[in-house]
């Protein structure tokens, strides 16, 4: 059974240290522990997704007045496939909306079509491009894709 909570300036660092090291693909912005810490102690929201009390998933969104940005949704490599990025994406939308966001916003791989098939189907429309925004390991740089809804 998978648990999402709401993580906030008291998380135990063990549990911080769980999701940086949650397995990622090359050239995927995975998170730190000290960056996951700071938004946690923050003004940023950050759910975490577990199974069985395992974390195996987290999602960093920030919120100003009535727009939402969209930071990051990381899934364990071994956990992808399973519905865990529509289950955090739907938790943080209703939050943002009970807390008056009426917009959001994000960026994407312009590589990662399986992410943005995802932010398709819930309302995300492409609404420009960021040139050689991402770096790779291999030095090559990526464009971002940038998408927004309404919420």
Known sequence: MFDITMLGA???????????????????????????RRACQGAELVLALYDNGRPVAYMVAAQVLDQADIHTIVVAVDWRGKGLAKQLLDAMLAILRQQGAQQAFLEVRQSNLIAQSLYAVYGFAATGKRLNYYSNQDGSREHAILMTRLL
């Open 10 to 36: 008291d998380v135990a660092e063990d549990t911080l240290a769980h999701l940086a090291a949650l397995p990622c693909l090359p050239d995927e912005p995975c998170w730190t522990q000290a960056q996951l």
